[in-house]
């Protein structure tokens, strides 16, 4: 496995694809290696990606959109080697890019689990959210878009008129003060709810909400509850307040990152199906109407601050079940601005913050 400009103790993409790859290898009796990269350029992916093959390695994880221009310039010349991309997409790989036999990319939709982040933010009684994105790549874009369709269809649902979502790009996948300030003016201003949306971004949210009784965020990628509870809770901790931090979290928008690995690793290499993925980009999302814990996009059903009369582990089930039957469907078309979703919301888009 190749890291992308993170580590595997963020907590997050890396880490969970790390583990994912380590324990399928300890499972199989496969050796392993990761491999992070000096800094965050394509020349500093293509040094490790072909470090681990002059080490013998042979089949190559790598996860993020960041891998697209290493890619390019190493699957071709590497043959013999298999190439497993998560959250590349044909966007990401350019128009021209022709997929060799050796690569598999595969994405997810977000839109999906941004919906019922969104949804169930309202339903849960919030009126007043934001969406702090990190970089405008597609995969953010994605989530930010689903996440204010599932904002007005629960309002809609719920006939309310007064919900309100502050929308911005950080331009970057960490915190620092510039983004903290603009969402302590967020929270400042009646901001209940910030969905938290690219790395290590969530830290901004995280230390403004702190300042503000009652406010709230919303995690990403995996369940961040505990992830942000620990950051709020500062080094040196003891458990009770790192407990008393998860209630900051009302759910957290999950892809899939372990089991798509784990899965296809196994099918790759236990099975022998690699003629399966061959040259292919697949996009994950549903799999079961009826288990949304099988589905490669969900929210978490441990964390998730359910409430019986507004929104409860049933209704989740129950929306999953018509996004799986097709009776709900989510845009996932980015070239739209959020407002572009708002029916009976109010959405401000800001632009972005950096960059």
Same mark, same amino acid.
């Given at each position: 496995?190749?890291?992308?400009?993170?580590?595997?103790?963020?907590?997050?993409?890396?880490?969970?694809?790390?583990?994912? +790859?380590?324990?399928? +290898?300890?499972?199989?009796?496969?050796?392993?290696?990761?491999?992070?990269?000096?800094?965050?350029?394509?020349?500093?992916?293509?040094?490790?990606?072909? &470090?681990?093959?002059?080490? !013998? *390695?042979? =089949?190559?994880?790598?996860?993020?959109?960041?891998?697209?221009?290493?890619?390019?310039?190493?699957?071709?010349?590497?043959?013999? =080697?298999?190439?497993?991309?998560?959250?590349?997409?044909?966007?990401?790989?350019?128009?021209?890019?022709?997929?060799?036999?050796?690569?598999?990319?595969?994405? *997810?939709?977000?839109?999906? +689990?941004?919906?019922?982040?969104?949804?169930?933010a309202v339903k849960l009684g919030y009126t007043? @959210?934001?969406? @702090?994105?990190?970089?405008?790549?597609?995969?953010?874009?994605?989530? !930010?878009?689903?996440?204010?369709?599932?904002?007005?269809?629960?309002?809609?649902?719920?006939?309310?008129?007064?919900?309100?979502?502050?929308?911005?790009?950080?331009?970057?996948?960490?915190?620092?003060?510039?983004?903290?300030?603009?969402?302590?003016?967020?929270?400042?201003?009646?901001?209940?709810?910030?969905?938290? +949306?690219? !790395?290590?971004?969530?830290?901004?949210?995280?230390?403004?909400?702190?300042?503000?009784?009652?406010?709230?965020?919303?995690?990403?990628?995996?369940?961040?509850?505990?992830?942000?509870?620990?950051?709020?809770?500062?080094?040196?901790?003891?458990?009770?307040?790192?407990?008393? *931090?998860?209630?900051?979290?009302?759910?957290?928008?999950?892809?899939?990152? *372990?089991?798509?690995?784990?899965? #296809?690793?196994?099918?790759?290499? =236990?099975?022998?199906?690699?003629?399966?993925?061959?040259?292919?980009? &697949?996009?994950?999302?549903?799999?079961?109407?009826?288990?949304?814990?099988?589905?490669?996009?969900?929210?978490?059903?441990? &964390? #998730?601050?359910?409430?019986?009369?507004?929104?409860?582990?049933?209704?989740?089930?129950?929306?999953?079940?018509?996004?799986?039957?097709?009776?709900?469907?989510?845009?996932?078309?980015?070239?739209?601005?959020?407002?572009?979703?708002?029916?009976?919301?109010? =959405?401000?888009?800001?632009?972005?913050?950096? !960059?």
């Open positions: 496995m190749i890291t992308d400009y993170g580590d595997i103790t963020d907590q997050s993409f890396n880490q969970t694809t790390y583990e994912a +790859c380590k324990e399928f +290898c300890e499972a199989n009796g496969l050796q392993f290696n990761y491999f992070k990269p000096a800094g965050d350029s394509d020349a500093e992916r293509v040094a490790m990606i072909e &470090s681990a093959i002059d080490e !013998g *390695y042979n =089949v190559v994880v790598m996860p993020g959109y960041a891998f697209a221009g290493a890619i390019k310039e190493t699957a071709d010349i590497y043959p013999e =080697v298999t190439f497993i991309a998560l959250d590349v997409s044909a966007g990401d790989l350019g128009d021209d890019y022709t997929l060799p036999s050796n690569l598999y990319c595969a994405v *997810y939709q977000e839109e999906l +689990c941004g919906y019922m982040a969104g949804y169930a007043k @959210l934001g969406f @702090l994105g990190g970089m405008a790549v597609p995969a953010v874009q994605r989530y !930010g878009l689903g996440f204010v369709q599932g904002v007005d269809a629960a309002a809609a649902e719920l006939k309310l008129t007064d919900v309100k979502v502050n929308y911005v790009y950080g331009g970057q996948f960490f915190g620092d003060a510039d983004i903290t300030a603009v969402m302590d003016t967020w929270y400042a201003g009646g901001t209940q709810v910030v969905f938290a +949306c690219g !790395g290590g971004i969530y830290t901004s949210a995280v230390d403004a909400a702190k300042k503000v009784e009652g406010a709230k965020v919303i995690g990403v990628d995996v369940d961040q509850a505990g992830v942000i509870a620990n950051y709020a809770a500062g080094e040196d901790a003891d458990a009770a307040t790192v407990e008393s *931090y998860k209630a900051l979290t009302v759910t957290s928008a999950m892809k899939g990152l *372990y089991p798509a690995t784990y899965d #296809t690793l196994t099918d790759v290499i =236990v099975n022998g199906n690699w003629d399966k993925y061959v040259g292919q980009i &697949s996009t994950l999302g549903l799999v079961s109407g009826d288990d949304p814990t099988l589905n490669y996009v969900q929210i978490p059903m441990e &964390s #998730t601050q359910w409430a019986d009369g507004a929104f409860t582990q049933d209704d989740y089930k129950a929306l999953v079940k018509a996004m799986f039957d097709k009776t709900l469907t989510v845009s996932n078309d980015i070239s739209k601005k959020a407002a572009d979703f708002a029916t009976v919301i109010t =959405v401000e888009d800001q632009g972005q913050i950096k !960059g």
